[in-house]
Antibody
């Protein structure tokens, strides 16, 4: 079954850290770029970061640069998002999403997980 | 990294056609054909319905179509059905500063 399953969300205090994981199955994970996209409660979608299929190319949204780190372990079919210095405005559902094309960034998200909720609150 | 501009809401009756606009700039929508559209029902993950401005993934109804003119992309839904009621988001690639993706603010479609 082709799917992505996020985990690691929860309630965290401002300034603390959290690591999200996204387990992939049903497709050749190591062939595809992967993205994180977030959605604040009642708000729109916001792209967070992308990592190429081989982990060599990584890009971030400006507001996340320096605080968030995207990584992947192709041997475990798992994508990660390390989030440091969390702010109240980082509260959102975090989705992992698969890029449409293999071996390149196509910047289309054709498979999404159900998301994991991160709440930053004191 | 400014978001793309979409109308907050649109509505239409069953069987009618509606269009949703997505306005960007010469650095994103106007510069590339990497424009896509997503449908999101309440409490669900988004679903890709249009990519490369006007292509539909396998399994997406041909009632959905996309186009682009200058800095503005559009999604048209013909033969509106109750199940089309959802939020719709446009997205565009841009390489301004560093490569990244932009989303529109989203449009809530109501089927009357």
């Amino acid at each position: 079954q082709v799917q992505l399953v996020e985990s690691g969300g929860g309630v965290v205090q401002p300034g603390r850290s959290l690591r999200l994981a996204c387990a992939a199955s049903g497709f050749t994970f190591s062939s595809y770029g992967m993205h994180w996209v977030r959605q604040a409660p009642g708000k729109g979608l916001e792209w967070v970061a992308v990592i190429s299929h081989d982990g060599k190319n990584i890009y971030y949204a400006d507001s996340m640069k320096g605080r968030f780190t995207i990584s992947r372990d192709n041997s475990k079919n798992t994508l990660y998002l390390q989030m440091n210095s969390l702010r109240i405005e980082d509260t959102a559902v975090y989705y992992c999403a698969k890029d449409l094309a293999s071996y390149t960034q196509y910047w289309y998200f054709d498979l999404w997980g159900r998301g994991t909720l991160v709440t930053v609150s004191s | 990294q400014s978001a793309l501009t979409q109308p907050a809401s649109v509505s239409g009756s069953p069987g009618q056609s509606i269009s949703i606009s997505c306005t960007g700039s010469s650095g994103d929508v106007g510069a590339y054909y990497f424009v896509s559209w997503y449908q999101q029902h309440p409490g669900k993950a988004p679903k890709l319905i249009i990519y490369d401005v006007s292509n539909r993934p396998s399994g997406v109804s041909d009632r959905f179509s996309g186009s682009k003119s200058g800095n503005t992309a559009s999604l048209t839904i013909s033969g509106l059905q109750a199940e089309d009621e959802a939020d719709y988001y446009c997205s565009s690639y841009t390489s301004t500063s560093t490569p990244h993706s932009l989303f529109g603010g989203g449009t809530q479609l109501t089927v009357l």
